[in-house]
């Protein structure tokens, strides 16, 4: 099993790097119903990770991986070779498209109202925040097909992938348990939190997927080699 969990860390931290959901997490919780609101967020979050996470493991299980005749079967590392192509593409965009020195983009719709959000509205933003993020779906398909493909048994890849959703979910957890346990200052800390991230945004999630990019892409590149 341990080998499934290393195979995933990248893929799930990529994903945990998450300045939205922070972000998000943080308003609800400077409203009324603020706690339930951030965790209804948070599982709406873990179950949309969670699903394309399954669904990946039980394909590739299911459609079996059994090794090429004289070697160790190549698709995974084909695999890892397009989505890493994907995320630094990605990365390209996003800088290209990141807000000019004197201007900020304006902030999505729903950041202007989250405070108001019912509990079945924070987890249906949750999972969208997820679902409609093109980083986080290609990180969670590289790392549970990274899972999937690791010489361990059922039981060890399910393990593992429900280690991967905890992991990716810290973005929304951490403020969560930062506003439970953090007393009089939680409220100054998460402000820190989200003004830095806010003013950060682009550069972050530019970093994260140049990194995970390159690094799926020296992956891949080693196991065809």
């Not at 341990?2 to 195979?7: I, P």
């Not at 995320?87 to 800088?95: C, D, K, P, S």
């Not at 990141?98 to 924070?122: C, I, K, L």
Request: positive net charge; contains cysteine.
């Amino acid at each position: 099993m341990g080998e499934a969990v290393g195979a995933m860390l990248a893929s799930a931290a990529g994903i945990a790097i998450g300045p939205r959901p922070l972000i998000a997490a943080i308003l609800m919780l400077a409203a009324r119903r603020g706690r339930a609101n951030a965790l209804a967020l948070t599982v709406g979050r873990a179950a949309a990770l969670g699903a394309i996470v399954a669904v990946v493991v039980a394909v590739v299980v299911t459609a079996g991986s059994r090794p090429a005749p004289g070697g160790e079967p190549t698709w995974p590392s084909w695999l890892k070779l397009a989505l890493g192509t994907l995320l630094v593409l990605l990365a390209l965009g996003q800088w290209r498209d990141r807000p000019r020195e004197g201007h900020v983009n304006a902030p999505p719709g729903w950041m202007r109202s989250v405070r108001r959000f019912t509990a079945g509205r924070s987890a249906r933003l949750g999972a969208a925040l997820a679902a409609a993020s093109p980083k986080d779906v290609v990180l969670a398909v590289g790392g549970a097909a990274s899972v999937a493909a690791s010489p361990t048994s059922d039981a060890g890849k399910a393990v593992a992938g429900t280690l991967m959703v905890l992991i990716a979910s810290l973005c929304t957890l951490l403020p969560l348990a930062v506003h439970l346990l953090g007393g009089d200052g939680s409220a100054r800390t998460l402000g820190e939190w989200k003004a830095w991230m806010s003013a950060h945004h682009t550069a972050i999630t530019t970093t994260v997927l140049a990194v995970l990019g390159t690094t799926y892409l020296g992956d891949a590149l080693t196991g065809l080699a």
